[in-house]
């Protein structure tokens, strides 16, 4: 061993390779006479120091000691013994804690399990010491699901009224009781109602909860529901969901309990008419109500314990005369405890100080790897030179580039008259009439990429010759829907000029509040470096009443040679109160004729969260109207790592130019957490006749879910929006009937 502090075999210290004994704070040091003054009061501090943290890792083991000692007790008067599920995993929580922080210096306490145990008994037995330990518990949830009922089987009276056809709490209160000589508050709050329509309401509730609560927060948060809600669909209770993590914060839901009342509610028939089981039913309605829950609180990792609850007189009771569910528990203790395990952790976590980050900061949450590996996925445009061809551009246009004078080698082609066209037969007037379209189509294109060459020859003119041209407005910005009657589109016009800034008003198109003008502004500006290097900025802002939102993205590229250039993008804009940074490059080049490859890397930063990505494409064209595009690639953060990739065919009509049918078949997997997802996508765009477009599109994912879709779109066929009524007419049918019998 070198020179330094150590330990040796009975416990004693060893400096320089000296023992020293160490009893009570006194430290007994031999030395030599060679040893240095200042070598001695440097080996001296050491020991000090060493000493007083022994000693604050000995006071932390003993307050552990005591909370574990406090559970224990806490177990005991709910008649519960170590061997319940979860005493078990609240004790093997606080041994792993405490292992923990012994890695990180510490020393793992030597106390055992047996003598908390020993000393919890006799506690109890003496009666002596009383127990330290209050639980405070706020319930919320909908109008009618049993909150004041269940607070008043907490505490075995009636601690408030209850009333089948009325509300039965319309303000924010408070009671305070001992259950099994425990002592626990609890604050009923008013119920909440699902609509949309009724948020305003909510909201005004649960400011009134907030100031209620902000002197004394609570402990725990139960959010009580009914379990006989047969509904699916998880949509009805997102907005009041939405509405309470708005109001509290999503931190409000990782201390939460979930509890279903009515657990002595039969489960009803499954889809083949036989009784479902209990436990399945239960275990339905709860991911019901969790999904919903996570959704809200935008963490998809949540998890919020369960807890049954039955408040009907009439409900089975034991020898003891405790209420008992169907499944056999007996659900007040259980509920309990959960309520006070959770008060026990928090305890733990404030004396272990696992959560503590250097500077105060907080943990940041992994990045989403399914999402960042999604976006490296897809490849965005090049940015390149004036006068230069893309090498990005699909190769079917140069496949097709020896057809471009098509046109001027077409036959000669007469237009018929009125009365010639009379003559004509059916099918005769069909030919005529593709013929002339294609020749339409065919001269309008001509026609197009004349006035292109022209207007870029007529640029570089100009830019040689110092000339400007005179600013001209744009187009009017098509405006929301509104109540108003004035046409405010002044508002939000801008001038097209020569100035290289274009700066542009933000418009929201789906909204319907126009007042304020616009949402934000857009900056967009492309230049040259060096007369070589293409260079593209954008920026851009938006803000409301309660956001402020920053998005930039600078792109360059660089072509060196023929069918080979490397563009470099750099992304940074806002997420909640993170800055959300991305470095991304990509190298495209042509190996054969008919196949282009890319190859890209991709780094994000949030916060001090750093993830990296890999891709590679493949691109092959079979030929002008078949190809191949096969995607992969990988992103790896803090040591956790997501895979994906897809494979894609397209297929053209012949007529593609004249009709744009194309057909699409796709799929698609990714791998994150050793969970798979595997979707397939078909879809379709066919032409029928000259004004009518089909466009047909079905996907499937190894979940079972999935959506088909068919969109009609006809400038002549207006009847075809007479298929809307059938959805409606459908509804309007079935609606007796669910008032009747409830949702199916």
């Not at 509104?482 to 939000?492: E, L, V, W």
Request: proline share 4%.
């Amino acid at each position: 061993m070198e020179n330094g502090v150590g330990m040796v075999d009975d416990g004693s210290l060893m400096v320089d390779n000296k023992v020293v004994e160490h009893d009570t704070g006194v430290a007994t040091v031999q030395t030599s006479s060679s040893y240095e003054g200042r070598e001695f009061a440097d080996s001296l501090e050491q020991v000090v120091k060493r000493e007083a943290k022994e000693e604050s890792v000995d006071e932390t083991g003993e307050k552990l000691q005591s909370i574990r000692v406090k559970f224990l007790r806490l177990a005991r008067r709910l008649r519960l013994t170590p061997h319940n599920v979860v005493v078990a995993q609240v004790l093997y929580r606080l041994d792993l804690a405490e292992q923990l922080r012994g890695r990180k210096g510490g020393r793992v306490s030597a106390f055992s399990f047996d003598r908390a145990s020993t000393l919890a008994e006799r506690l109890e037995a003496d009666g002596n010491e009383e127990l330290d330990f209050s639980c405070t518990i706020m319930i919320i949830g909908k109008t009618g699901v049993g909150k004041s009922a269940t607070i008043n089987s907490i505490f075995d009276e009636i601690k408030f009224g209850t009333d089948a056809f009325q509300i039965g709490t319309k303000k924010v209160q408070d009671v305070v009781g001992m259950v099994h000589g425990i002592k626990v508050r609890v604050i009923d709050t008013p119920g909440l109602l699902p609509s949309r329509s009724d948020q305003r309401r909510n909201e005004k509730i649960l400011l009134e909860v907030k100031c209620f609560v902000k002197k004394t927060p609570p402990d725990i948060v139960l959010y009580i529901d009914r379990l006989d809600m047969q509904t699916g669909d998880i949509d009805d209770d997102r907005p009041l969901l939405r509405t309470v993590t708005e109001t509290f914060g999503p931190p409000i839901w990782f201390n939460a309990i979930v509890v279903l009342t009515h657990a002595a509610y039969a489960p009803p028939d499954g889809l083949n008419g036989n009784a479902s089981s209990y436990d399945m039913f239960v275990a339905q309605r709860s991911y019901v109500v969790q999904q919903a829950i996570r959704q809200a609180a935008g963490d998809m990792q949540l998890m919020n314990p369960v807890s049954l609850a039955e408040n009907h007189s009439a409900c089975r009771t034991n020898r003891a005369g405790q209420r008992v569910l169907p499944n056999g528990q007996v659900w007040k203790p259980h509920l309990l405890l959960l309520s006070f395990a959770s008060k026990i952790l928090a305890e733990a976590n404030s004396v272990l100080k696992l959560q503590e980050t250097p500077s105060g900061k907080t943990r940041t949450r992994p990045p989403p790897l399914s999402f960042l590996l999604s976006c490296l996925l897809q490849s965005g445009p090049q940015v390149k030179l004036p006068d230069e061809d893309n090498c990005d551009d699909d190769l079917v246009e140069s496949l097709d580039s020896e057809d471009e004078s098509e046109y001027d080698k077409l036959p000669p082609f007469v237009r018929l008259t009125k009365a010639q066209l009379a003559k004509l037969t059916k099918a005769q007037k069909k030919t005529y009439s593709d013929e002339l379209e294609y020749r339409e189509m065919r001269k309008t294109m001509k026609r197009t990429a004349d006035e292109a060459n022209y207007m870029l020859s007529d640029e570089n003119t100009e830019g040689s010759t110092g000339a400007s041209s005179v600013p001209v407005p744009m187009p009017d910005l098509p405006l929301p829907a509104s109540f108003t009657s004035d046409n405010p589109t002044h508002r939000y016009r801008y001038l097209d000029s020569t100035n290289p800034w274009l700066v542009r008003p933000v418009l929201d198109t789906q909204g319907w509040d126009h007042d304020v003008g616009y949402e934000g502004v857009n900056v967009e500006r492309s230049f040259m470096v060096k007369h070589k290097y293409p260079v593209s900025f954008s920026g851009q802002i938006t803000k409301d009443k309660k956001d402020t939102n920053i998005q930039t993205e600078l792109a360059s590229s660089l072509k060196h040679g023929s069918g080979k250039a490397t563009s470099l993008a750099f992304d940074m804009q806002t997420v909640g109160n993170d800055i959300y940074c991305t470095l991304c490059g990509e190298t495209r080049f042509i190996n054969f004729f008919n196949n282009k490859a890319i190859t890209g890397l991709s780094i994000t930063l949030l916060d001090d969260v750093l993830a990296a990505g890999l891709k590679v494409k493949d691109k092959m064209i079979v030929n002008k109207r078949f190809c191949v595009v096969m995607t992969g690639g990988a992103m790896t953060a803090r040591g956790d790592i997501a895979y994906g990739g897809s494979l894609e065919a397209q297929w053209k009509d012949k007529d593609y130019l004249l009709n744009n049918s194309l057909s699409t078949l796709g799929v698609s997997i990714m791998d994150w957490h050793g969970d798979h997802v595997i979707r397939c996508n078909v879809q379709s765009h066919v032409r029928i006749g000259r004004s009518t477009n089909v466009i047909a599109q079905a996907d499937l994912n190894n979940r079972g879910t999935g959506q088909v879709s068919i969109r009609i779109s006809s400038s002549e066929q207006i009847q075809l929006a007479l298929v809307a009524l059938f959805p409606l007419m459908k509804k309007l049918i079935g609606y007796p009937q669910r008032m009747l019998y409830g949702p199916l």
